[in-house]
């Protein structure tokens, strides 16, 4: 097992420890990264692309690595509930609606008047939001989904043009069967599917297992430490350094034998969980 190392704070030195992984090819196999902050997670997510390495969030990282996934799950209630203020003005924003801040609040929560320009863009996209709310009565909600991402401008979504969006792509399928499925099971509607839509939300890593962000080919698996399976084995382990200098959580590591190493974020070992890693180890210096 390598052991390469990298300066956490320093742009560029993460995919300068990938290079050699890269360029004999052995990072083909399963890769593991493992960041204990948000701002750790969203550094290696930059890192990778750079790499045009795919990668996925396994489970509480989930609205941090995708976060399309927390816009769409903000904008469904609203077209449920036309009365609620608050989810129409993030409806009406970005990334369906090039529409800012300031004329969405003046628009929904105060009615006032804006300009020219914005009221062609803001009438635009009432007539839309109040045709795709006939259409949710009537149909499913993954229906409603699927033409509100394809009929506005959600796919121009950084996620989907980036070097990670093959896999962004087949997480929206993903996302719009696990809806369909559910909502045909349980016979319910876009109302009566609120209640699991906000389960969802309290819950990322739970929406991650059910999306099965674990399969999605050779993509990098980011995880948080508490996420880490006991005994699993992966060819390469990123320890993700922290972006933020009062993290919370450290994370610890240390090669306690052959192809194993145990992370955690505390001296003791009581919280620290064994990987058997097989070719490299990517740690921050």
């Given amino acids: 097992m390598k052991i390469l190392r990298y300066a956490g704070r320093t742009p560029g030195a993460l995919e300068y420890a990938l290079a050699p992984l890269l360029a004999e090819g052995s990072v083909a196999g399963a890769v593991l990264a493992v960041c204990a902050s948000s701002g750790s997670a969203s550094a290696l997510v930059e890192a990778l692309s750079r790499c045009a390495r795919g990668f996925v969030a396994r489970g509480r990282w989930l609205f941090v690595i995708h976060p399309w996934i927390r816009h769409l799950l903000g904008a469904l209630p609203a077209l449920a509930d036309e009365d609620d203020a608050v989810g129409s003005a993030t409806l009406f924003g970005k990334p369906f609606f090039p529409l800012g801040l300031r004329d969405r609040v003046q628009r929904v929560a105060e009615g006032k008047r804006c300009g020219r320009g914005e009221d062609s863009a803001w009438r635009t996209?009432?007539?839309?939001?109040?045709?795709?709310?006939?259409?949710?009565?009537?149909?499913?909600?993954?229906?409603?989904?699927?033409?509100l991402?394809?009929?506005?401008?959600?796919?121009?979504?950084?996620?989907?043009?980036?070097?990670n969006s093959p896999i962004e792509r087949c997480l929206f399928w993903s996302f719009v069967s696990m809806i369909e499925r559910h909502c045909w099971s349980a016979a319910v509607d876009l109302v009566s599917f609120m209640p699991t839509l906000e389960a969802w939300w309290k819950n990322p890593a739970q929406l991650g297992l059910l999306l099965g962000l674990g399969k999605v080919g050779s993509a990098v698996q980011v995880v948080a430490p508490g996420e880490l399976v006991g005994e699993e084995a992966v060819e390469t382990l990123i320890i993700g350094a922290s972006?933020?200098?009062?993290?919370?959580?450290?994370?610890?590591?240390?090669?306690?034998?052959?192809?194993?190493?145990?992370?955690?974020?505390?001296?003791?070992?009581?919280?620290?969980?064994?990987?058997?890693?097989?070719?490299?180890?990517?740690?921050?210096?």
């Fill in 125 to 147: 996209a009432r007539a839309f939001v109040r045709q795709l709310r006939m259409r949710a009565q009537l149909g499913s909600p993954a229906a409603t989904v699927v033409a």
């Fill in 149 to 163: 991402a394809e009929e506005t401008q959600f796919f121009s979504h950084p996620c989907f043009v980036g070097p």
């Fill in 243 to 285: 972006a933020e200098c009062n993290c919370r959580e450290e994370l610890i590591w240390d090669v306690v034998g052959p192809n194993q190493v145990l992370v955690g974020t505390t001296p003791s070992d009581t919280d620290a969980t064994l990987i058997r890693v097989g070719t490299a180890l990517i740690v921050p210096s």
